[in-house]
């Protein structure tokens, strides 16, 4: 079975530009998760999907970033326009039927923004 | 708000040698306590977790304790070996229905020296 991707790996922009990261959660996996880390600190919550619908968006920072997940499958996260202080790792985790089952990580992507 | 505190920040043992890390947690509706080990260049991937009807669960060299009225818990790792060397990251949740967000510790560098 395959497990949590995300695309890029790495990103690295220039400030006021836009950056699209993509979750491909594991197949046939209701809940996604956004987290992000910043510089060393802790793993922080950003968003969760149910299928196609957001369970709970408390986590997101600001208006800059717009995440969506039509059609319940991959998950895309948008932030526009980027600021120096979204530089970090951004995880995404998916979990089967319900919020109650482990969450699986995929391996991040790094962004930097300049 | 929801907070976990995880001790210390980095860790350093003889290979053979116990390692214990520590985590408080501020919501006393917390009912679920995962343990993410992250490698270096990798996502975090579970490693042993325990739930708040039970206060101690062991998988092999690897034990984790609660105790919920105190809030917190630990995880304690025997005969440590140098592929222990990672980040460790404590979780608390209150999973509940189909809520389930993660509020992670900062984070406890490990390294084994062989």
């Known amino acids: 079975e395959a497990g949590v991707t995300q695309f890029p790996s790495h990103s690295v922009i220039e400030k006021g530009q836009t950056v699209t990261l993509r979750c491909d959660p594991i197949?046939?996996?209701?809940?996604l998760y956004w987290y992000r880390r910043v510089m060393g600190k802790e793993i922080k919550f950003l968003l969760h999907f149910v299928k196609e619908s957001k369970q709970d968006e408390s986590g997101m920072p600001n208006n800059r970033f717009l995440a969506e997940r039509t059609g319940g499958t991959y998950s895309t996260l948008k932030v526009q326009p980027a600021e120096l202080e979204d530089s970090g790792v951004y995880f995404c985790?998916?979990?089967?039927?319900?919020?109650?089952?482990?969450?699986?990580f995929g391996p991040g992507t790094r962004l930097l923004v300049l | 708000g929801e907070n976990v505190e995880q001790h210390p920040s980095t860790l350093s043992v003889q290979e053979g040698d116990s390692a214990v890390i520590k985590c408080t947690y501020s919501d006393s509706a917390s009912n679920y306590f995962p343990w993410y080990k992250q490698e270096l260049g990798k996502g975090p991937q579970l490693i042993i977790d325990?739930?708040?009807?039970?206060g101690e669960k062991k998988d092999q060299r690897i034990a984790v304790t609660l105790n919920k009225t105190a809030k917190h818990f630990s995880l304690h790792i025997t005969e440590t070996q140098p592929e222990d060397s990672a980040v460790y990251f404590c979780?608390?949740?209150?999973?509940?229905?189909?809520?389930?967000?993660?509020?992670f510790g900062q984070g406890t560098t490990l390294q084994v020296k062989p």
């Open positions: 985790a998916s979990s089967p039927w319900t919020a109650q089952e482990t969450q699986y």
């Open positions: 325990i739930r708040s009807n039970v």
């Open positions: 197949s046939g996996h209701d809940n």
């Open positions: 979780a608390a949740s209150r999973v509940s229905g189909n809520t389930g967000k993660l509020i």
